[in-house]
């Protein structure tokens, strides 16, 4: 690597060392500053002295070492972990080229390295993170230190249902080296007219479905982008996933089931998912572009490079974009197309209705693989790691420890396995790995990202539960979902506020029975 590059690695290191100690620093400095052990006429030259007479000293930042144990563990792993991780991706990078030129370069050579951004996906596997590649040339390729398996089959079996449905796809190239992967960059295009509109959201319907029938549930607005009149999918780490299968025969219980295993839990749909401020937050990359406030609350450091620096807590505002096609320098808004995402829907399920046999043959070869399976939302380990970065959890690593170990008390894991996934969750979020989860679809276990097994975790293999999937399949269901559909793009964002988390009374004038429920299912 030139010197551009290596500073760029160096920078990105020194960011993770940043968000491990900044909080410790910033409590030491204000300790000092109550002490009077910090001089200077404003802030910021209290704040310059603190950097040139105490961090700038070897036997002060000893001190702070010692002080907080945990923090120099993690510090010892983040380095250690990321000099492991750039070797690997130096070795690839050497190996892979030839593979390289001739899949993604058109058998020339592209040049020199021109830039790396590193952390464009969670740390998994010892601080591993995708990494997007630009080469002098002007060719941008992604390094994703896992299989991409899963991207190909996806998209042999997109490809499959668009041909037979007499739709055109697009595939962007993968290659794929077992246990890291290339593929290419996929830049976000606007649509030239109203046509190509259409056939975006009748070809986002077809892959709906495909999200539907294999159980994926982590199509968001990040994992699908809008290449002109192709929406692509891209992460699918995640397929193909397993349908839920619930056993409870209580009318709430197979309502549950119902909604588990329908197209509004993919992901993709606007879905509302937390309420927050009068507010519903949706995630999915199918809805209006606008911005939402997170009702999660994360650290944020105000008053950089004075001595009254400080971290506090705000929620977080974001924005959905880039996953709908553009029209005019405008984005369209996804309402006015739902006649086309259900006409894709409707074709690819006919399709499948009339060839289940032939969808229970491609399906053992997909679901031969291992996908990743999130237990619970990353977001929730985000915040506990963030939490974890005060001064007084960094002393010592049993402090980290027990402040993870809540987590029991906030997870869905079969009583019998909980110990042993909560045990393994504390170990990955000490060396600030996002806990990582994966199936095979031919077998019953779950199996995290340090080896171990957790037998016969499933009741049933996820190969199975997608042949109760296949068999399922009506022309009720179909017509189920596509209701589903237009509900979840029906709903206004002045709507979803209301629609959510709302605690209400006891009714007193009229208490709903279970045969009321039966009677109104019966005339619907």
Known sequence: FDESVQDTLMKFLFSRLENVSVRVLIREMRALKEEGKLFGEDTHKEYEHYVNCYLYKGEYRKEILKKYKAMAWMIYHQIKNFQSFIRDFETHLRDDTEELTYIFFQGKTPGQIKELKLGASDAHFGGRTVIRVTWTDGHVLYYKPRSLKNDRMYQD????????????????????????????????????????????????GLQLFICYLFSVKDMHFENILACGEYPVLVDLETFPGRAFSGNDLSMSGQAFTRLADSVLMTGALPVTVWNFDGQGVRLGAVGRQEKQKLPVRIPVIIGGKTSEMDVVLVHPEFEVKGNLPGLGHKTVDPSDYVNQLIEGFSQAYRFALENKPLFLTKGRAAFAINSRVLLRNTQQYHMYTQTAGNGFFMTHLWRQKLLFCNLYNSTRVPEEWKSKVVSYEVRALCQRDIPYFYMNGMRTSLFDSFGNEYENYYESSPMESYRKMVEGLSGRDEMFQERLIRLSLAMTPEDVGKMMNVRTGAGTRHEITNEDCLAGAKAI
Do not use: T
Request: with cysteine; glycine share 6%.
């Open 157 to 204: 079996i997109y490809m499959w249902i668009s041909g037979e449905c007499h739709m055109e796809s697009y595939a962007y190239r993968i290659l794929d080296k077992g246990q890291h992967g290339w593929c290419e960059a996929v830049l976000p295009q606007d649509c030239e007219n109203k046509e190509q509109v259409e056939r975006y959201f009748k070809r986002l």
